[in-house]
């Protein structure tokens, strides 16, 4: 390995480490701006709508905070973490779809499943 690709290397993991935060970011902020608007006396199908958006938000907001840490994570925890926010995000991804004023939400959490997709990809 030249000297030159050793330096590309750790420069692209941490590219990646905080696209996949952005990612989640942009996610949590979808997702309770979602939730909020949906009325709670709105029947089951509302809250179901609710709680996905709030348990979405909560676990990207969570998964920024372990990508965002300094200290050395180990690999398989970060990596169960990663995996917890991609089927997360697509379950509600599939909630959101059901609902024409969603759509958004719904892309910022299939881009956020996405980015960790991604970022899993380049954990040993």
Do not use: Y
Not at 15 to 20: G, K, P, S, T
Not at 66 to 80: K, P, S, Y
Not at 87 to 105: G, I, M, S
């Amino acid at each position: 390995m030249t000297s030159t690709t050793s330096h590309k290397q750790p420069v692209q993991f941490l590219e990646d480490r905080f696209a996949c935060a952005q990612a989640c970011t942009e996610c949590a902020r979808a997702c309770a701006l979602r939730a909020s608007l949906w009325d709670p006396d709105g029947g089951e199908e509302q809250e179901v709508l609710r709680r996905k958006g709030i348990l979405c938000a909560e676990v990207c907001d969570a998964t920024c905070r372990v990508l965002g840490e300094q200290n050395q994570l180990d690999e398989t925890a970060i990596r169960v973490q990663l995996e917890w926010t991609r089927a997360v995000c697509l379950e509600c991804a599939h909630v959101f779809d059901r609902h024409p004023d969603a759509e958004k939400a719904a892309q910022a959490c299939r881009d956020c499943a996405r980015a960790c997709t991604d970022f899993m990809g380049t954990l040993g």
